[in-house]
């Protein structure tokens, strides 16, 4: 965790929760049928 804090302060951003029925994008690729390998 200490590694990613050093990593991210580089960068000026912003951190904003979507709930799930706002994040369609996300919400469908999680939602992914996982293929049947024969």
């Known amino acids: 965790q ?3 804090i050093e990593y991210l302060k580089d960068y000026d951003f912003t ?3 979507h709930p799930g029925k706002a994040n369609v994008v ?3 690729l999680s939602r992914q ?3 049947t390998m024969y």
Request: overall charge positive; glycine content about 0%.
């Open 15 to 17: 951190i904003s929760y």
């Open 33 to 35: 049928a996982k293929a």
């Open 26 to 28: 996300a919400d469908a």
């Open 2 to 4: 200490r590694r990613w």
